[in-house]
């Protein structure tokens, strides 16, 4: 197999002497020699370092005070405009309404340096922070490099997020300068973030400074030699900041380092999808979720970044399809919901042309469910099918593809090099076989590095390592197979992930909580194989007024996340320490049996419970 996993393969083999019986050897090693691991992942992919380490990993039982690449220094975007000199597009980019564009490399690295001189002007320093409110569009791809290339901090939220949503992300991290695009389109409809923009600015007393990308969007074909500086950074210095979902309040502002970024995406991308120098790579996202982050390293690969801007079902389900056609796409990526919809009621494109070019079809956000992955396979009989799990407190995922090994369908091929993952039961002990919680014995490269605002690392420590001492936590619901696959049952939280846009269930509490007629609610997404619903259930002792309720939902938190059913309920149920029962609830609503679903010795109110495998029954 001529992949870029037989390739490090071979490169071990030369270089170190090292050969390897099977993945779960090579794996081992990556685990147990994490130095020489990760020194191998530089020298193989020839990543540039501005200044070398001469201690590459030190392990410390506390994972927060493990260190990597001590006093090393590189830059992100100096290794992506590395590959300047390719002949290939740096990206390729379509909106909805048809609008096609291929932009050089050396046309971004234009507008980055565009960019970067507007930033120093405003007096943009290195550790400052620079938000975007922006749709996904090639701009933001080179506002993103021209902040990281002097050392500044990124964040960014899509605009399908209300003021709250957004508010609570940015005021926390205080930042400097804001890139925002004034108006978009979604579904054939156009939107004015004008008057949540001005708002935004007025409440963050740090922004001193904005940009409104829609006046600046033209890319020039230059033919000039451009000449980017590049600041070098601190191995562990922030790259950009990502924001957890909210469900237990406000998002945590999850903190990344720039060379574990660098690393680990390098090894994602390449040697488990499969991803080389000169392929086209897509993977829908908007810019407020992970993967907006993870697709763009696939241009520190030398890879064509492949970005579509618009609903990923507007005007018809097969608009996607006919992008690929025109991008000759090589890596498609997409939620688990949208293939399942795609099976479901397949469009005429996936009948009527030949995606033998496809190479990958990946597959986040929630578990590819056994029938769907077998429906791709129909579709798509050339391509590797491939499923990552992992997420925004990392960046990437711990379980994802094997370029050289057969997918069993419903099932996540392998642990990823690097990542020490075993399955542990309630009482910290692994098992095979048997469902438990997904766990990192080890430290792992894009653990983040702090949290912001966190003093002495207190949410650090409660959301990672409060179930197993010095044990990484991660909220996964899996088994492990015998042949080493992953099945992913669901997460331990209640995060909504629709269509790229990732909310947190107390973000749509927190938004109608005012209203009259809300005594309590109740949030859940089924995203089963029989149901793809968001229910909202409601408490309420008068007249529900349902219109209202989604256009709360609608301006205050993200269109995605209007219910599809809001049904009224008598009681909302709560445990004894008085949280909300969400996963439980999901669970019974999913059809797994209610004594496996949940104790209502747990419970405060156990009785409450009747009422939803009562609904189940006759509802659903």
Not at 166 to 181: S, T, W
Not at 340 to 352: A, G, R, Y
Not at 494 to 518: D, K, P, Q
């Amino acid at each position: 197999m001529n992949t870029v996993l037989t390739k490090y393969l071979n490169y071990l083999k030369s270089k170190y002497n090292l050969d390897f019986d099977s993945y779960k050897e090579l794996h081992n090693w990556s685990i147990n020699e994490m130095s020489n691991f990760w020194e191998s992942i530089v020298s193989f992919f020839n990543i540039n370092f501005d200044v070398s380490s001469n201690s590459i990993y030190k392990f410390n039982k506390n994972f927060i005070n493990s260190s990597w690449f001590v006093d090393s220094q590189l830059s992100y975007s100096k290794n992506i405009f590395k590959n300047d000199k390719l002949t290939s597009p740096a990206i390729k980019y379509q909106d909805e309404n048809g609008n096609y564009l291929e932009i050089s490399w050396n046309s971004l690295k234009n507008k980055t340096l565009e960019f970067q001189d507007l930033l120093t002007k405003n007096n943009i320093k290195m550790g400052d922070r620079v938000v975007g409110y922006c749709s996904n569009t090639p701009e933001v791809v080179a506002a993103f490099l021209a902040v990281n290339s002097i050392g500044a901090v990124w964040s960014s939220c899509s605009p399908d997020f209300g003021f709250d949503s957004v508010y609570d992300r940015f005021n926390q991290i205080e930042p400097k300068f804001l890139f925002y695009h004034s108006s978009y389109s979604y579904g054939g409809k156009n939107f004015s973030l004008e008057l949540k923009v001005k708002k935004l600015v007025n409440s963050i007393d740090s922004i001193s400074s904005s940009l409104d990308l829609n006046s600046k969007s033209k890319f020039v074909n230059v033919s000039k030699k451009i000449n980017l500086n590049f600041v070098p950074v601190d191995f562990n210095h922030p790259i950009w900041i990502l924001f957890s979902s909210g469900t237990t309040g406000k998002p945590k502002a999850i903190v990344h380092r720039t060379g574990g970024m660098i690393l680990e995406h390098f090894k994602a991308l390449a040697i488990h999808q499969n991803v080389d120098i000169s392929d086209s790579y897509f993977w829908y996202s908007t810019t407020g979720w992970m993967m907006w982050n993870y697709s763009l390293s696939s241009l520190l690969l030398g890879s064509t970044l492949c970005i579509y801007n618009g609903s990923p079902v507007y005007p018809d389900s097969g608009v996607l399809w006919r992008f690929v056609k025109k991008s000759k796409i090589n890596h498609f990526g997409h939620g688990a919901v949208f293939y399942q919809n795609q099976i479901s009621n397949p469009p005429k494109e996936l009948f009527s042309n030949d995606f033998s070019y496809i190479k990958t079809i990946g597959s986040t956000g929630s578990p590819l469910f056994k029938e769907t992955n077998i429906g791709l396979n129909k579709f798509f009989p050339r391509s590797h099918i491939i499923s990552l799990s992992g997420g925004t407190d990392v960046c990437t995922a711990f379980i994802g593809g094997n370029p050289n090994d057969y997918v069993i369908p419903g099932e996540i091929q392998c642990k990823m090099l690097g990542a020490s993952i075993e399955v542990w039961d309630e009482n910290g002990k692994e098992v095979k076989n048997k469902m438990g919680e997904l766990v990192l014995t080890k430290p792992f490269i894009s653990m983040p590095v702090y949290l912001w605002n966190d003093k002495n690392f207190e949410k650090y420590l409660s959301s990672y390592f409060s179930k197993y001492k010095e044990v990484w936590n991660h909220g996964d619901w899996v088994t492990e197979t015998e042949n080493g696959g992953i099945i992913i049952h669901g997460r331990s939280d209640s995060t909504l992930n629709r269509y790229g846009i990732r909310i947190g269930t107390s973000e749509i509490y927190s938004a109608i909580e005012e209203l009259s007629f809300i005594e309590d609610s109740l949030i859940i997404h089924l995203d089963n194989a029989k149901n793809n619903r968001l229910i909202l259930f409601v408490k309420s002792k008068t007249l529900i007024e349902n219109d209202k309720l989604k256009i709360i939902i609608r301006q205050k938190c993200s269109p995605r996340h209007v219910p599809d059913s809001i049904v009224k309920t008598p009681d909302i149920p709560y445990t004894i320490s008085g949280k909300k029962v969400e996963i439980p609830i999901k669970k019974i609503l999913s059809g797994i049996d209610p004594e496996k679903s949940v104790s209502k010795d747990s419970l405060r109110n156990p009785e409450s419970i009747d009422w939803f495998l009562e609904f189940y029954k006759t509802q659903l």
